[in-house]
Each structure stands twice: as C-alpha cells, then as structure tokens.
C-alpha cells in the first residue's frame, strides 16, 4: 500500500457547506469476491457473467477486489483519504441466499464486521439494499416482472435492517432501478439478459413498489436518526434543437429515463405522457390500487448519479433497446467533445442542470451526489505511481458544478466518488477501471492513484482549490 499525500495547497479555495459529506461508494458484487464462500448463493450477476458472451473478455465477479477478505486494509485507505462516509451495498444472496427465509448468520457477520469497523474509523456506513443482486432464485421465480419479488425485497430489507439497524447511518432502497428495469429486462446488456419491453415497465413498477414497502419496513426498524433514501440515475437531457419535434424526444425519453421514478416515488402517481406512449404495449392493469400511494412513501433524501448527459433528436434508434417503445421515435446523438474511457461524453454542466431541475421540481428533498467519477485507461508506470490527470480534471469540472449548484440553491448534502476501487464493471469486466485506488488484480496489491491525492487534500481542506 502507498501512502498518501493530503498537505492542502495554497491557494484560493471554493469551499462547500460545514457537515458536507465526503465519501466513496462501491458495490458488493462490483468488489467483494467470494461468491461462494459462507453460504452465499448465486445471484443474477453470477448467472448472467457465467454465460458465454455476456461479459467482456468472459470475466466474472468470483474474485473481484477480495474485498470481502480485505476489508481492514480498504478501511485503512479511506481513512487514510480522510473520507467522512462510505457508501456500499449489502449483497441479498450473501445474507438470505434465497430471497425468501432465514438469514444466513455468517453472511450477516461481514457487514457488521465492515460497519463496526467503519464506525471505529469515524466513518458514517451508508448501506444500499440493492445493487443490483437479485437472489437467482427470484428471477427464476420470475424476477422484478413479477409483482411477489417487491414483498421479497421488502422482507429483505427488514432483516437487514434489524440486524445492522444500530449501526447503519443511512440506508438506501434502490440504487438506480432503471438500469435494473431497462438495461436487465428491456435491452438485456445487464443481468438476467432478458429483452421484453413489457417486462421492463413490470420491473419498473415493481421496483417503485419494493422502495415503498422498504420504506415502510425500515421505518418499523431502525432509529429515528436514520436516513431513508433511493438513489437514482436520473438522464440529464438536452435536445439536438428547440424544433417541436427534437424537443418531444426529450419528454418521451424523460418520461420512460425519469418521471417513471419521480412522479411514484415523490408524487404518487404515473405520468400521463408515459402511459400514453406505451399504450401499445401495456394497459400497465399490473399497477394496482394503493401500489403508487405506497411507492411516495416519504424519504429524507434523494441520492443522484450522474456521469454524462444524453441528447436527443427526433428519428429512430436500432432494438433491442432500454427505451420500451420510445427508440422509434427517438435518435441518440453524439456531440463531439472530450470522453472517458466509457466513451461517455465529459460535461459537467448537465450535472449542475439536472441538481437545479430537482431544486425546481423538489424544493423539500435534499439531495446527495451519490456516484460521480470516471474510466480511464490507468496502468502503474515503471516507478509504480498510477498518474490520471484526466480523471482529477473530470472530478475537479464536476464538484465545481455541484458548489455552482449549491449556490444556486441546491440543497445538496454530501458528494460519494465513483469509485474507491478499480473493480468489476458489470458487462465490461475489468476492462474499465473508475477507482481512484489502482488494484493490480492478480497481486490484488492497491495504490492510490494522483486522482486519490488530490481528492484527499480536497476533503482536508473542505473544497476545490481554484
Ligand atoms: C453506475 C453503477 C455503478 C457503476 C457506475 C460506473 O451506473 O451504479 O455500479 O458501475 O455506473
């Protein structure tokens, strides 16, 4: 392990709000390894990375970080970041392996272990429920499609809660359930692969149903001082021109990429727009009386990712597609401009917009940043120092966006960079590396990158150094 360089440099400093979250975030199956070790069973993720095609270059998450044996050391590098919180998820198949009855003690026993830890270095835990992970068993039961897989998850998350209440800070339902919905169900690029429009708006509705029931059960359970939350992946949008047309690929996009989370969530209902769009596929009689009253269950805040914009034009896109419908009318556009590794477009303006446009549409929600960072192609140079200058100018644009938001009137509480560690990105394997740690992954050695330098003098001295 190197160490870390956090002197503050001289200079002048944008600094955010006193009590601002500084924190990483990771996921279970993204870093943890030990996929069949104390009694956890498969979920999605080790089905769909197993079949031949799926996952670039055939990698699984068997071995990942080896967080799971690793977690005093990856504490001793946050802390040595001087983070204030950590954001990670609970693996469901490693705690009821099933999705339905009894818990499994030793699964359970990991998190508490990596939350007593945290707590010992002063670091809030923040806990999501699901990254992703569905138990295999439940997809073969029929997955999110099916209505009976919300109450699961329900189930789930008040076992969670009870056994790790007392030391959670706080807890988030969902991370980014349009990807579980769209990219899992309607595009089938991520686990279970499977590519039904259909299904992708059931999933969709059940996974606004499971957040409620969630909030319910972890209301009943943990303490007052808890937070309750849902992360989201909201589509910071713009459209190719102000032309009727360019601009009614934005709404439809919006209304299948965001209003089918907010309106539910934060109002109760289903957007008209949305039901009329799909009216071809669906008379969406899967929602049922009470489903959407139970889905706005109140949170205290809402956790926001944000990589890159998207635009849009009027035309068509190719199927399979995420957009259940809306890609026949609806041309993805590529704007020149600098782009990670992802080959996502840099544009830290999208992030400022979209933190107003939740300011606007959400004035008593605060807000937490709760992904943002970059891929690059990192590699150690022979001296062993990984240097990403384009990763620190990535994450300096977008904390600048989100202070010019904040002065704006965002309520925005904390930031979590994307990621602690190099790891397992999904169907790309270990070909995109977003950590600010490097893992050499045979050695599973980790080294701070310049990137992890820079964003430790950043927590020290509470801002941006202009
Ligand atoms: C988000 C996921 C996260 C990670 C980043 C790059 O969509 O929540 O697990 O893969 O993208």
Known sequence: MTTLDARPRAGTTLRFPDHFRWGTATAAYQIEGAAGEDGRAPSIWDTFSHTPGKVRNGDTGDIAADHYHRVSEDIALMRELGVTDYRFSIAWPRVQPAGRGPVVQKGLDFYRRLTDELRRADIRPVATLYHWDLPQELEDAGGWPNRE???????????????????????????EPWCSAFLGYGSGVHAPGRTSAVDALRAAHHLNLAHGLAVRALRGTVPDAAEVSLTLNLHSLRARSESPRDLDAVRRIDAVGNRIFLDPVFRGRLPDDLVRDT???????????????????????????????TTVAAGSSPAPSPWAGAERHVRFVSVPGPRTAMDWPVDADGLHGLLLRLRKELPDVPLVVTENGAAYEDYADPSGQVRDPERVAYLHAHLAAVHRAVEDGADVRGYFLWSLLDNFEWSYGYSKRFGIVHVDFPTQRRTFKSSAHWYAAVIARGGLAL
């Open 279 to 309: 009216a071809a596929l669906t008379d969406w009689s899967f929602v049922r009386d009470g489903d959407l009253r139970t889905a706005a269950a109140p949170v205290d805040s809402l956790g926001v990712n944000y990589y890159s914009p």
């Open 149 to 175: 897989t919300a109450y699961r998850f329900a189930e789930y998350a008040g076992l969670a809660a009870e056994a790790l209440g007392d030391r959670v800070a706080t807890w988030t339902t969902l991370n």
